[in-house]
């Protein structure tokens, strides 16, 4: 039971942060629900590593609140980035 309210947490967790990255990012990104919520899940592990790159501790780690959206952010904008590069339409 307690693995299952985790992974709910997390996808909670995951669809708030993505959803914060998607307003932040200017520009239109047709992803869905389930793309959002991986987003934010992404961007916490990406802040994670970020604050591993600045303070240390371990480099595979989830981040707090502030760093997930960071991560988000920079992972949204990397995915923008690949997809036009690769011709694919991002609205």
């Given at each position: ?8 947490g997390?996808?909670?967790f ?6 914060i990255a998607?307003?932040l ?5 047709s ?13 916490s592990f ?5 604050a591993?790159?600045?303070?240390g501790g ?6 707090n609140?502030?760093g ?5 952010v ?5 995915v923008?980035?690949?997809?036009r590069?690769h011709?694919?339409?991002?609205h």
């Amino acid at each position: 039971m307690d693995m299952l309210l985790t992974l709910i947490g997390w996808a909670v967790f995951g669809l708030i942060i993505g959803a914060i990255a998607r307003l932040l990012v200017p520009g239109r990104q047709s992803i869905g629900l389930l793309a959002t919520m991986a987003l934010g899940v992404v961007g916490s592990f990406v802040g994670g590593f970020l604050a591993y790159l600045f303070f240390g501790g371990s480099p595979v780690q989830p981040s707090n609140w502030i760093g997930s959206i960071i991560g988000g952010v920079v992972a949204l904008l990397i995915v923008v980035y690949i997809s036009r590069r690769h011709g694919v339409a991002t609205h």
